[in-house]
């Protein structure tokens, strides 16, 4: 027979941080740069061979932020969502020369 576990209604004390838990040194982003440019995977296998793998980002990727990612469910919703910003943005026109 299965135990039916309680729910029980979590208080924004149960949701702190714990004291050990120390991030006053952390910095936001510190390897966001590094990443853009690549980076390399190293598997050992239990045969005792090593797998190497460069990993790049797609040409024209763009990372979205977390915060900014919440918003959008896939690239469709990111496309419409940026081209109906488009049209808002005034046409350039160059100057005309005499």
Known sequence: ????????N????????????DFTGGVRGKHYHAMQGGYTITIH???GTTLVKEVKPAKGA???????????RDSDSVNATLRSLIRLIPIQ??????
């Open 1 to 8: 027979m299965k135990k039916v576990m309680a729910k029980t």
């Open 10 to 21: 979590q208080t924004i004390e149960d949701n702190t941080m714990r004291a050990e838990y």
């Open 45 to 47: 296998k239990a045969d």
């Open 62 to 72: 763009v990372i979205l932020e977390p915060d900014v990612r919440k918003y959008f």
């Open 93 to 98: 026109r160059k100057p005309i020369t005499k």
